[in-house]
């Protein structure tokens, strides 16, 4: 889970790429560590709203649980915040629509090369 040095690390990243794009962004502290589930990155720019759940993987494909899905969808719909998933594939960030990801036996799995992968510079770009 959460705490991990290379989370932190692609959570910072992100973060200052979104203030990069005119967006106030942070991390939210201790997510999945506490009781009531909060994602890894929250971000607005006045009129959106978004709420990110974030990994890094040197990979083609990354898995995301389905209850953490479920937790980020819970959550952006109380906070009205989009929901997204970002993924940092080596050097390369994708980010993708909780309705867009392929459900892989008992986890979301999300590869590199769909077609529903949004670059940064297509949703936030400036």
């Given at each position: 889970?959460?705490?991990?040095?290379?989370?932190?690390?692609?959570?910072?990243?992100?973060?200052?790429?979104l203030?990069?794009?005119?967006?106030?962004a942070?991390?939210?502290?201790?997510?999945?560590?506490?009781?009531?589930?909060?994602?890894?990155?929250?971000?607005s720019?006045?009129?959106?709203?978004?709420?990110?759940?974030?990994?890094?993987?040197?990979?083609?494909?990354?898995?995301?649980?389905?209850?953490?899905?479920?937790?980020?969808?819970?959550?952006?719909?109380?906070?009205?915040a989009?929901?997204w998933?970002?993924?940092?594939?080596?050097?390369?960030?994708?980010f993708?629509?909780?309705?867009?990801?392929?459900?892989?036996?008992?986890?979301?799995?999300?590869n590199?090369?769909?077609?529903?992968?949004?670059?940064?510079?297509?949703?936030?770009?400036?």
């Amino acid at each position: 889970m959460g705490g991990n040095q290379k989370g932190s690390a692609t959570e910072r990243e992100l973060v200052s790429m979104l203030w990069g794009s005119r967006f106030a962004a942070i991390r939210a502290a201790g997510s999945g560590v506490q009781r009531f589930y909060s994602p890894d990155v929250l971000a607005s720019n006045g009129s959106r709203v978004l709420a990110i759940e974030c990994k890094a993987t040197k990979s083609k494909y990354q898995y995301f649980e389905p209850q953490q899905v479920e937790e980020l969808k819970k959550f952006s719909d109380i906070f009205k915040a989009e929901p997204w998933l970002a993924v940092k594939f080596s050097t390369e960030w994708k980010f993708f629509r909780i309705e867009d990801l392929g459900l892989s036996e008992k986890n979301f799995a999300i590869n590199k090369d769909s077609e529903k992968a949004k670059l940064f510079l297509d949703l936030f770009g400036t």
